[in-house]
């Protein structure tokens, strides 16, 4: 199929992805965003905490910004995979990406803003709670369930810390240990502010004949009742094209991080990254922060390219 030549291609249409394609768009940049439509916050029906837009539907704001970027004609957005991605075979710095498709294109910088899966605990019925009476953040979902009857779930001792920050929601809150060993301190602090913690093991998330919550079944075969899971998932990146491109990672908290600047860029020359990819700490306005500074610093290392290009080009007509 015939190869379609780009400024920059963006591999990933959420709020990282499409902050970045704004920002080039008005800089008049050639830019195809490629989107599988699989945003880490489908599962929530509303995001809070995103100024502007709280408790408003994260799809309805990514289709907004799909709206928003029709106003760019030189940015274009494309449903579809990329199956591969690879340098080009050129003395240039740029890329060559491949859908599943067959289309072929080509671009001088690629921003990677594909984000991550979170991967739940292994406890039948939490992930068809996942997004509706479970979730991480208390920041981002915590204010919904105030006073209400909260399961905090173990996955590592530093879930102690999520357990209070839902103690200062609400004073109904159970820290299921999950067979973690709490540091003396944490549990010290769990107890001074009435948090009960919970040394038996959940096993089985049980919903009732709705689908919602009902409560927490132990392994002694007893059913706590709750109004909301809060648990820590381990994130996993969504990075088979960083390592395809052979991205330098960082491993933190047992997780490969990819390594980047205060812009995104990466050790890769011409290739950046933004969003979750990067952190698990990206909450919408945290990615869409991310997606204006690798757009800004794209156009900027594009611009410098220019410079030297037409340098050279002047250099040669007085030759």
């Known amino acids: 199929m015939q190869r379609t030549e780009w400024d920059v291609i963006i591999v990933g249409g959420g709020s990282a992805g499409l902050s970045a394609a704004l920002m080039l768009g008005r800089s008049r940049r050639r830019v195809l965003v490629v989107d599988g439509s699989e945003p880490r916050n489908r599962f ?7 100024l502007g837009h709280d408790h408003s539907s994260p799809l309805d704001l990514l289709a907004a910004g799909r709206a928003e970027l029709t106003r ?14 690879s340098p080009l075979d050129t003395d240039d710095i740029g ?24 991967e739940l605990p292994d406890i039948p019925g939490l ?12 920041y981002c979902d915590g204010w919904e369930v105030r006073d209400r009857r909260i399961a905090v779930i173990a996955t590592d001792a530093t879930n102690a810390h999520q357990a209070q920050l839902m103690r200062q929601l609400s004073p109904h809150v159970t820290f299921y240990t999950q067979g973690v060993n709490l540091p003396d301190a944490a549990r010290v602090g769990l107890e001074a502010r009435g948090i009960a913690i919970e040394s038996r093991t959940v096993v089985e998330v049980v919903g009732d004949e709705t689908g919602d919550l009902r409560g927490i079944r132990l392994d002694d075969g007893t059913e706590d009742e709750a109004d909301s899971i809060f648990v820590a998932p381990r994130p996993v990146p969504n990075d088979r094209l960083l390592r395809q491109l052979r991205a330098r990672t960082i491993r933190q908290n047992g997780v490969d991080w990819v390594l980047v600047d205060a812009s995104g860029r990466t050790n890769v020359p011409g290739l950046w990254a933004a969003g979750n990819i990067a952190t698990a700490q990206s909450s919408v306005p945290v990615a869409m922060a ?10 900027a290392d594009l611009v410098e390219e220019d410079i030297r290009e037409a340098i050279a080009a002047a250099q040669r007509d007085d030759g």
């Open 127 to 138: 992930t068809e709670q996942w997004g509706r009476n479970a979730a991480l953040c208390p």
């Open 95 to 118: 890329f060559e990406v491949v859908l599943e498709s067959g289309e072929r294109h080509t671009a001088r910088r690629m921003l990677l803003a594909t984000g991550l899966r979170d």
């Open 44 to 50: 929530s029906a509303h995001m809070h905490g995103v």
């Open 290 to 299: 991310a997606g204006n500074l690798a757009g800004s610093g794209i156009n």
């Open 72 to 85: 760019y004609h030189d940015v274009a957005v494309e449903s579809g995979t990329v199956a591969s991605a």
